[in-house]
């Protein structure tokens, strides 16, 4: 069993910038954040696999960096030039087996943490 804690979420102001940190009680091959909007599904924003190789959803790309530490099993969101379309719930995930793609599905994510609020206001 692995257990994630997000720490980093709150309110900023359109343009702004957050830093989410995942840390992991145990390792996993891949790790990611997905963020949930109030009456929309989750979708998958970022994943790292343990070789640093990622994947992000274009709505974030050259705004949203993911990174980890594998010594600390933490994994790392930056989040840039902040929008309001990026309020959401934010969710840590691990998960995947060695050597795997870390494709941005739920699916192959064992373990998530409780979730950080992101708000941005314009």
């Known amino acids: 069993q692995v257990q994630l804690v997000e720490s980093g979420g709150g309110s900023v102001q359109a343009g702004g910038s957050l830093r989410l940190s995942c840390a992991a009680s145990?390792?996993?091959?891949?790790m990611g954040w997905f963020r949930q909007a109030p009456g929309k599904g989750r979708e998958g924003i970022a994943t790292?696999?343990?070789?640093?190789?990622?994947s992000y959803l274009d709505s974030v790309k050259g705004r949203f960096t993911i990174s980890r530490d594998n010594a600390k099993n933490t994994a790392y969101l930056q989040m840039d030039n902040l929008k309001p379309e990026d309020t959401a719930m934010y969710y840590c995930?691990?998960?995947?087996?060695?050597?795997?793609?870390?494709?941005?599905?739920?699916?192959?994510?064992?373990?998530w943490g409780q979730g950080t609020q992101v708000t941005v206001s314009s």
């Open positions: 995930a691990a998960g995947g087996a060695v050597q795997q793609t870390c494709v941005r599905v739920a699916v192959i994510f064992d373990y």
């Open positions: 145990g390792y996993k091959y891949c």
């Open positions: 790292i696999s343990r070789d640093g190789i990622t």
